[in-house]
């Protein structure tokens, strides 16, 4: 993988995101060339038009990034890739066009988005197929060979034995473990020279995988290793990489610690953060008041009881905040306390069901956001019972409120709505490693990817 701003992202996709991109430059400058010749027109020198032909591109890339188009699923089926594109594309000729209707005689000529969006998926496909079949020889996994042969190492080899996996296991060396889990691993008294069983192997990456590391870590070896060139990584790194988050059963303070993360650069990144949701909110608030005002109405005669729905909740460092949403349940829904909400929860109204479905029921928290108490990105906050609860049963749970609470986050989008203790566990994983590895880029590509959480209602509950 290769980590750009903190974050990981798979060569395979990085490579097939450039290709996509250069692609539909090409189709953009073909559609626009097209529709001049096609009414007799001289086309601008590509100079003059490139800036506008980049910008198309752009947003289309932005698009197809919102709706999954590079998630595991896209790059496994040909069928699902052509429906998230066909989706995609979509999108961004309706919001080009809607930019060519605000800004006329500044932009394109609204025509050659229709060209342009059918060339486009015809070389994105074709793309797909070029680069899905090379993919799939597993040209681009990182060759691994893990030390161990344990609880942990197996974790791995399943890790690894997924489709959309950016490795490949080619050996496992056992340490000395008395009831080896893998049994195809070569035990390393076994093993003259590791330096030259790596090499041999190809690995290009070397993964600790010990069950118990005190007195066990072979020093020698791994020295010798990285001085041959290869990536020597610890496993709770390793797992944080492939996973997209911080994995709690192995989790310890020093890892934390010692660990890349926490940036001291996030006051500059806090600061734009800050500005981004006042000017974001502002316009938010006065595009989307019409519609909440309409909910709010339907709320209101679909059952008894306010429009909106005020509960506390706990926000950055721990401290209390009032969090404002459109009401989707009974009013007597937490008469007897704060409960985790259910599949089907018959709780919740004929018009609090749509909503939750839409999301609607969520832009009230956009003047949350203004008062900054609330950001568009991070950790979702919990009522203070819960968390009291859950900070006794899960170990780093107070470390998520080191980030400001979010509408949305990396939890959200990559877990399905939580509704239990384990649920919880997992959602944390995922909240740790965005506090771990905040910057911009993340907060943009997670507002980008909770289109596809709209689009495609992932646990809405």
Do not use: C
């Not at 734009?272 to 502002?282: E, G, H, P, T, W």
Request: glycine fraction near 8%; charge should be positive.
């Amino acid at each position: 993988m290769i980590r750009l701003f903190k974050h990981y992202v798979p060569h395979a996709v990085l490579l097939l995101g450039l290709i996509d991109f250069v692609l539909l430059l090409l189709a953009t400058n073909i559609a626009w060339t097209f529709r001049a010749a096609q009414i007799g027109m001289d086309a601008e020198p590509l100079v003059e038009r490139a800036p506008v032909i980049a910008g198309i591109a752009a947003v289309t890339l932005a698009a197809m990034i919102a709706v999954g188009v590079f998630g595991p699923d896209s790059l496994r089926s040909l069928r699902f890739a052509a429906a998230r594109l066909l989706v995609a594309l979509s999108l961004s000729v309706l919001g080009l066009a809607f930019l060519d209707f605000l800004l006329p005689g500044h932009t394109f000529w609204r025509s050659i988005l229709l060209y342009s969006m059918g060339l486009s998926l015809a070389f994105l496909m074709l793309n797909r197929m070029i680069v899905g079949g090379i993919l799939g020889n597993s040209a681009f996994r990182r060759r691994v060979m893990v030390l161990g042969a344990g609880p942990r190492a197996q974790r791995i080899q399943k890790l690894g034995e997924r489709p959309e996996s950016g490795f490949v296991v080619v050996g496992f060396v056992g340490m000395g473990a008395n009831n080896p889990v893998i049994e195809q691993a070569i035990q390393r008294s076994a093993i003259d020279d590791l330096q030259r069983h790596v090499a041999n192997l190809g690995a290009s990456e070397v993964v600790l995988a010990l069950e118990e590391r005190r007195n066990a870590l072979p020093l020698k070896d791994l020295l010798r290793i990285k001085t041959l060139g290869v990536h020597v990584n610890d496993f709770s790194s390793f797992l944080e990489r492939e996973t997209g988050r911080v994995d709690l059963d192995t989790l310890n303070p020093s890892w934390l610690i010692f660990s890349d993360g926490f940036s001291s650069s996030r006051m500059l990144s806090g600061a734009m953060k800050r500005v981004f949701d006042i000017v974001a909110s502002l316009l938010l608030l006065v595009l989307s008041f019409p519609l909440i005002a309409l909910f709010a109405l339907a709320v209101k005669l679909d059952s008894k009881g306010p429009a909106f729905f005020r509960q506390r909740r706990v926000g950055l460092y721990g401290q209390t905040f009032t969090l404002i949403k459109l009401r989707s349940m009974r009013t007597d829904a937490e008469k007897d306390g704060a409960q985790w909400a259910q599949k089907s929860d018959p709780r919740v109204t004929r018009v609090g069901s749509l909503i939750r479905k839409l999301r609607i029921d969520e832009l009230p928290q956009v003047w949350t956001v203004l008062k900054g108490e609330m950001s568009f990105v991070g950790p979702r906050p919990e009522v203070p019972q819960f968390v009291d609860d859950l900070e006794e049963k899960l170990p780093y749970y107070a470390e998520r409120h080191m980030v400001k609470p979010g509408i949305t986050g990396w939890a959200q989008i990559n877990y399905p709505y939580g509704a239990s203790i384990e649920d919880s566990r997992h959602k944390l994983e995922y909240d740790l490693y965005y506090a771990k590895n905040y910057t911009p880029f993340l907060d943009l590509l997670i507002l980008l990817q909770t289109l596809r959480v709209v689009l495609w209602p992932e646990g809405a509950r």
